[in-house]
């Protein structure tokens, strides 16, 4: 079982930065992908970025490459998400979510946070 408490979100003017953390419980963290999704009002829930166990393989979305970065450090069972040159699109509720494939499909995760509001103004 793990539990997973997502903080950071906030207000942000359009080109500024965030960093989502996500805190996990448990003992398994480490031998979990954990990866990001977002979902705006009125908007299916869409894949952002996803990370390896040992944190040596990312996955982005396109929408969000050379933009965001996602990091782990399984020492303190926290994933990241590292918010550049924030764009008014990029408003959402962000979910972290953990499982055993790194892939963007929601359905392959089986845990997920109750998710932090980013929101930016033009």
């Known amino acids: 079982q793990v539990q997973l408490v997502e903080s950071g979100g906030g207000l942000v003017q359009a080109g500024g930065s965030l960093r989502l953390s996500c805190a996990a419980s448990?003992?398994?963290?480490?031998?979990?992908?954990m990866g990001w999704f977002r979902q705006a009002p009125g908007k299916e829930r869409e894949f952002v970025a996803a990370?390896?166990?040992?944190?040596?393989?990312?996955y982005y979305a396109g929408s969000v490459k050379g933009r965001f970065t996602i990091s782990r450090d399984n020492a303190a069972n926290t994933v990241y998400l590292q918010m550049n040159s924030l764009k008014p699109e990029d408003t959402a509720v962000y979910y972290c979510?953990?499982?055993?494939?790194?892939?963007?499909?929601?359905?392959?995760?089986?845990?997920w946070g109750q998710g932090t509001q980013v929101t930016v103004s033009s």
């Open positions: 448990g003992r398994i963290f480490s031998r979990v992908v």
């Open positions: 990370i390896s166990r040992t944190g040596g393989s990312t």
């Open positions: 979510a953990a499982g055993g494939l790194i892939t963007n499909v929601a359905k392959s995760y089986d845990y």
